[in-house]
């Protein structure tokens, strides 16, 4: 979709279309085309509308980009999603719907195989991001379905910081019925629908999608195109990431966490974790929450737990890449307690396996990761995974921590001396 207007970055480039804004020197379209080519995806549709002509004839056939471009200029404006209706016969089956003015590089062919895997009319891949409450975020339920659509603006005080990225595969027999030649929003007249049917699903990724719309966001893009940032964050790339405990660690410790509004930030932490998603590194959260397992709250309440101190940290434009929590606990005999929860599992640290599922989901390289937290259980989780480092917050080392583990007083001043520029 290269038919945009630029407004609010105006002040960078006002006599060019949008997707033809130049970054470190190349137009932001041909970035993407070249993220699909190099991935082996070379059919590509552009719709455009304002300034088509330039667009046109910056990406000429393809040949020059490696791939086979096909035109749709619209007369007059379609919205989001109008277009697809005049296109459809030439469409695939399944096919990659993107936005031709944000810069992004991921592994395109791991959302595929989710979209099949899951079988969706629609996959939506989305993200968590440092501006959540200006965002649209869906809710996503179990096995990754998506369950509501959550407006921009429409504040809630605990959210899952997962943000629409603007990057779908679209089943096209299954979104025929929406469209008929007239304008069409992709969100409110196809989407919306679908996630009501239950029908889309949620690709989660951390990886590098961002739209230029501020100077001040462009200029963010900029940087991270120069620094490598944009392609080493696709996930066909080996990954790095600081493993996060949460209670003591982000949060105040108060005991066992019942209820959304016991979640308060310890002084600095958004700032910390600000200063890990401005690295090359996710930032990861592994908790043991027996709660479940004891009865003390339900899966549901746990992740309105987790959404308020998401929420938090949003609120500071800082973000969580994911949440991996061990519902379960070995001792079983105790009142109102969930005995199919009530087990030896392999993901209750110090055991490792809520870090091998994180690194399962995102390929991450645990030998070159690390893992913080305020109780030898966490240490012990870290070696035990293979992390290249554990780190303890606290006043000292407890007995028993493995060897090399370093100290800090708190995860400000851990990142402040290993992330600090
Ligand atoms: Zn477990």
């Known amino acids: 979709m290269a038919g945009g207007k630029g407004t609010r970055i105006a002040s960078v480039a006002s006599d060019i279309p949008k997707p033809l804004i130049p970054v470190e020197g190349v137009p932001v379209l041909h970035r993407v085309i070249d993220c699909a080519v190099r991935q082996g995806f070379t059919d590509i549709t552009l719709v455009t509308g304002h300034l088509g002509a330039m667009i046109e004839e910056s990406c000429g056939d393809g040949s020059r980009l490696g791939c086979r471009i096909k035109y749709f200029r619209e007369t007059e404006p379609l919205g989001t999603a109008g277009a697809l209706y005049h296109l459809y016969d030439s ?65 809630r005080s605990s959210y899952r910081n997962r943000v629409n990225a603007g990057v779908h595969i679209l089943r096209k027999a299954e979104i025929k019925r929406f469209l008929d030649g007239s304008k069409r929003d992709l969100d409110r007249d196809i989407l919306t629908p679908l996630v009501n049917e239950r029908r889309v699903y949620a690709y989660e990724s951390p990886e590098y999608i961002k739209d230029m719309g501020t100077p001040g966001r462009y200029a963010e893009v900029c940087a991270d195109v120069r620094s490598g940032k944009v392609s080493a964050r696709n996930l066909s790339s080996k990954q790095r990431a600081v493993f996060l405990d949460r209670d003591g660690t982000l949060n105040v410790y108060k005991g066992f966490v019942t209820s959304p509004d016991m979640i308060e930030l310890i002084p600095g932490v958004a700032e910390a974790v600000k200063m890990i998603n401005r690295s090359d590194m996710l930032a990861i959260m592994i908790s043991n929450q027996p709660v479940v397992a004891r009865g003390d709250c339900t899966f549901e309440q746990l992740d309105e737990i987790n959404g308020r101190l998401e929420a938090l940290l949003g609120d500071e434009g800082a973000y969580l890449d994911d949440i991996f929590c061990c519902p379960h606990h070995p001792d079983k005999g105790f009142d109102g307690e969930r005995p199919e929860l009530k087990f030896d599992c392999g993901c209750r640290k110090p055991k490792p396996g809520l870090i091998l599922q994180a690194a399962e989901k995102y390929n991450i390289d645990i030998s070159r990761s690390v893992m913080v937290g305020d109780r030898l259980n966490d240490l012990l989780c870290g070696k035990n995974a293979g992390c290249r480092k554990t780190v303890f917050l606290g006043n000292e080392l407890p007995d028993g921590a493995p060897e090399g583990a370093e100290r800090y007083d708190s995860l400000l001043s851990f990142t402040q001396n290993n992330f600090g520029n």
């Open 91 to 155: 469409l695939s089956d399944d096919f990659y719907l993107l936005n031709a003015d944000a810069v992004m590089d991921i592994d395109l062919s791991r959302m595929r195989d989710f979209h099949f895997a899951h079988g969706g009319a629609a996959t939506v891949l989305v993200h968590p991001n440092s501006h959540p409450f200006d965002s649209s975020l869906l809710a996503v339920g179990k096995d990754f379905l998506a369950e509501k659509w959550y407006k921009k603006g429409e504040l």
